[in-house]
């Protein structure tokens, strides 16, 4: 059996967490800076025990590593160089759906050599997401973030939905994977919940959507999920406090 890498380097917001939840101590040598923006990150505060890295080629090889963890979209030309400076490199793909993310769970396990580790944290979430599943019939909800963009189907955001008796608007206006919502649309649906983002600071002009008199009107007759953004963008245990919130939801409908 090939021996645990000994220093493992993760470049990818996904592979952070999961790398973080399995490492052994002292295996672990670097994160992605992302980890620690709490709007993003699930473990903000875990993640600023380790240097962070902004995922540049030369960045990362002179930490010596013996693996490095990235994400289906990371620069293909950050991976190229690093493999052929001799670095292992291993792409973990993005998550479409809840029964993804134990095989994702295992994957980054196996890669680092902690097979067992990532066998309970892969049964734990399955266990965790069978506890949380709705039997309730569905009713309708929306995602509804900066310059109108939504969730449609064969997104593991629609499939959070799913699993917690909601019908996702973005999918019933045929969208598929990420988009625009008009918020024309997003009013005459009328959905029951409505998922909005955390705003950034500072002003944005993507965000002045969030604050239209429509949406606000909308808003005061439909339930809303209290959840955080960090915890949906994920393929990782944390996206089950994403499942928490809109089961919540939905029995706060009844």
């Known amino acids: 059996m ?12 996904c592979t952070d967490q999961i790398a973080m939840m399995l490492a052994a101590p002292g295996q672990l040598v670097s994160v992605s800076h992302l980890a ?24 990362v090889f002179l930490l ?3 693996l490095v963890l990235a994400g289906e979209y990371t620069s293909a030309a950050t991976v190229d160089l690093l493999r052929r400076l001799g670095v292992p490199v ?3 793909p993005v998550v479409s759906s809840l029964e993804q993310v134990p095989d994702q769970i295992r994957l980054v396990a196996a890669a680092m050599g902690r097979g067992p580790e990532g066998e309970a944290l892969a049964a734990e979430f399955t266990s965790g997401l069978a ?17 109108g ?11 959070v939905l799913a699993a917690t008796g909601f019908r996702n608007i973005g999918a019933e206006a045929g969208l598929t994977g990420g988009g625009t919502l008009p918020l024309e649309r997003l009013v005459m649906a009328a959905p ?14 993507a965000e002045d959507i969030l604050v239209h008199p429509a949406l606000a009107v909308l808003r005061q007759g439909a339930g809303l999920a209290s959840t955080t953004d960090a915890d949906w963008v994920c393929g990782t245990p ?3 406090r994403a499942v928490a919130a809109m089961k919540a939801a939905r029995e706060a409908l009844e």
Request: cysteine-free.
């Open 36 to 59: 620690t923006d709490p709007l993003s990150s699930s473990m903000a505060e875990e993640a600023a025990a380790w240097p962070a890295n902004r995922g540049g080629a030369e960045q």
């Open 64 to 66: 010596h590593p013996d």
């Open 131 to 147: 506890a949380l599943r709705s039997d309730l019939p569905p009713a309708t909800a929306a995602l509804y973030y900066p310059n």
């Open 90 to 92: 291993v792409r973990v």
């Open 238 to 240: 944390h996206i089950l």
């Open 149 to 159: 963009y939504t969730s449609g189907a064969g997104t593991l955001a629609d499939d």
């Open 2 to 13: 090939p021996a645990a890498p000994a220093r493992v380097v993760s470049i990818n917001l």
């Open 192 to 205: 029951q919940v409505i998922v909005t983002s955390t705003p950034y600071p500072g002003a944005s002009r």
